[in-house]
């Protein structure tokens, strides 16, 4: 690959990742919101419909980034997959969040079935191939975590924005929406399909474009004819890779923490905290600027450092920074003084939003540094199987991506149903009992995953000398 990429084409090509953060937004924060206490479908079978999805997900997700390792046509190999998924991909969001006509619990149980596995199948489409490109592009050791970066910076703003339009423009207080109940505003939720399905369409064709003229100067695929049984062989062959497999068990556990209680966000806005919309509508824009500053800092940060110690580190400190507002306010009612400030103050507003930068500033660089070392397990099993398997590796990526906005909202489903959550449209008083039920859940279990998450990655072994090392031996330019 060329090695003068520039910064403006990382900017462009990464711009991409603005559509997962989209897609883990209509799957993370709002969809158990909008199906379970708007629309009245049952906590567990909203689980079951989305386990189902995932199912297929397990499947495709390898079969795709090893199918586009291996695909020749006049475009290469990526884009010919991106191209075909992208509008389709963000129909598909539109429909999630589509007003039914028929809101029995089976019509509702289908609908969510049918639109997961049709929205995840077509992310599969576009995100792994568009990933497969980014190692193409940059092979060094230092600026694959700006790669990262930019990736990372861009997946949460297009996060930030849904989240900011939601609660600044669709969420409107009505004589009957009013206060916190203004989350439950039915009229809001199919807007918000519509601003995911236009912002996924036009991430993804700048992203696609701006890497096309590229296609001439990627790898092209072993020329050999395709035998099925090879296939499956040298899939298995390449997911032995060990690096690979202890960054992949490290992001599901870590995505399974993050999509969980990211999936609990609307139901502690409404019921634990007591927020509405218009006083938590500043949270996704002033949430940018740690972002921002991770997705620009992390990489001159972590320069010279190991890419492994470095990520640990910020998973350990954010370990006690993001649930410490929960363990604060759980902790009020055993001590003699007030700890934590109450419900509707200004300073509950400032010290939830402190905590917040801070533990999205130290999530995100770790997180972004993780990403830059899978990027490194792409030559490290090119020494082993003799094939650059981006699609397959980075495959991992796009399924833990799925995992964020999957397995946790099922997982959330049978709990909210454990814990009383299976009321439509209820009042506030009503769900105090389940919030805090759900609070102590978070308290202890967050950071039990975050710990498992941390104590995999211990065992990853490629260095900034054995990526070079390996370049070396590979006779891969440096870019």
């Not at 939601?166 to 809001?188: D, I, Q, Y």
């Not at 363990?327 to 509950?348: C, H, K, M, S």
């Not at 792409?378 to 980075?394: A, F, I, K």
């Not at 709990?415 to 008083?429: A, C, M």
Request: hydrophobic residues 50%; negative net charge.
């Amino acid at each position: 690959m060329s090695n003068n990429i520039s910064n403006n084409t990382l900017h462009l090509y990464t711009l991409g990742s603005g559509a997962v953060g989209v897609k883990n937004l209509l799957f993370g924060s709002w969809l158990l919101v909008y199906f379970n206490q708007i629309l009245g479908l049952e906590p567990l079978l909203a689980s079951y419909a989305l386990a189902i999805a995932l199912v297929f997900d397990a499947i495709s997700d390898p079969l795709v980034g090893a199918w586009s390792d291996r695909f020749k046509s006049k475009w290469g190999r990526r884009h010919p997959f991106v191209y075909l998924a992208i509008i389709p991909f963000g129909l598909s969001a539109y429909f999630l969040y589509s007003i039914p006509t028929d809101t029995s619990q089976t019509a509702l149980f289908i609908k969510l079935l049918i639109a997961s596995i049709l929205l995840r199948t077509l992310f599969t489409f576009y995100e792994t191939p568009r990933a497969a490109i980014g190692p193409e592009l940059i092979t060094d050791y230092e600026r694959r975590n700006t790669l990262s970066g930019y990736g990372v910076l861009y997946g949460n703003m297009g996060l930030g924005i849904m989240s900011y339009a939601m609660l600044a423009f669709f969420l409107v207080e009505t004589e009957t929406f009013s206060g916190s109940r203004a989350f439950l505003n039915p009229e809001a939720y199919p807007k918000f399909g519509l601003l995911a399905c236009f912002l996924i369409i036009a991430f993804g064709l700048v992203s696609s474009l701006s890497t096309h003229k590229y296609i001439p100067d990627m790898v092209e695929p072993d020329p050999k004819s395709f035998k099925f049984s090879e296939f499956w062989k040298e899939i298995i062959e390449s997911l032995s890779n060990r690096n690979w497999l202890v960054l992949f068990t490290a992001g599901i556990i870590l995505a399974l923490n993050v999509g969980i209680f990211s999936s609990l966000d609307n139901y502690f806005s409404i019921y634990f905290w007591q927020w509405t919309p218009e006083e938590i509508s500043l949270f996704p824009i002033i949430i940018a600027l740690p972002v921002v500053l991770a997705g620009f800092f992390a990489a001159p940060l972590a320069k010279g450092k190991s890419k492994k110690n470095f990520a640990i580190g910020l998973f350990l400190i954010n370990l006690i920074v993001e649930p410490m507002p929960i363990w604060l306010r759980l902790l009020d009612p055993y001590v003699p003084i007030q700890i934590f400030p109450e419900n509707g103050t200004d300073a509950l507003w400032w010290t939830i939003i402190i905590f917040l930068c801070v533990g999205y500033f130290l999530r995100t660089a770790g997180w972004i540094l993780v990403i830059s070392m899978v990027y490194d397990v792409v030559e490290d099993g090119q020494l082993t199987t003799g094939r650059r398997d981006e699609g397959l590796y980075l495959s991992a990526n796009g399924f833990i991506q799925k995992i964020i906005s999957g397995l946790g909202v099922v997982f959330v489903g049978f709990l909210l149903e454990f814990v009383g959550f299976d009321v439509k449209n209820p009042t506030i008083l009503e769900m105090q009992e389940p919030i805090y039920r759900l609070a102590f859940f978070q308290a202890i279990l967050g950071p039990i995953l975050t710990l498992a998450s941390i104590s995999c990655m211990f065992f990853y072994n490629i260095s900034k000398s054995s990526h070079e090392e390996a370049l070396k031996s590979l006779e891969i330019e440096k870019d």
